[in-house]
């Protein structure tokens, strides 16, 4: 399975505050969880298996971690061959169904 996992820069790891509780980020999470810490905007990576091959470490450019869920979904679907899902905007779709004699009142509940 590929994960996401972040980095922390330094400045994160040491956390806000005062000369007295810097450090606190790291001290109190394990690095498990510190892996896995969702609530900064360092830099987001991957790695793991998929299909039985390996992924080192590998930068997914991003520094949220939803961005970093969807890019890798991307890579995973690209990986699989699959056509990216969810791919019609919702305007898209609309207009679609008007033209499709689609019953206006269904389209409303859209
Ligand atoms: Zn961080």
């Known amino acids: 399975m590929l994960m ?4 922390h820069i330094f400045s994160c790891l040491e956390g806000e505050g005062t000369a007295k509780n810097r450090g606190l980020r790291a001290k109190n999470l394990s690095p498990e969880k510190l892996r896995l810490w969702r609530h900064c905007a360092c830099p987001k990576y991957y790695t793991g298996t998929h299909n039985g091959q390996w992924f080192g470490r590998t930068s997914l450019e991003v520094t949220t971690w939803d961005a970093a869920e969807r890019t890798l979904s991307a890579i995973i679907e690209a990986l699989d061959g ?29």
């Not at 919702?90 to 033209?99: I, M, Q, T, V």
């Open 82 to 110: 699959k056509p990216k899902a969810g791919a019609v905007a919702l305007e898209d779709a609309l207009e679609h169904a008007a033209r499709s004699n689609v019953p206006r009142r269904w389209i409303e509940c859209w």
């Open 4 to 7: 996401v996992f972040v980095r």
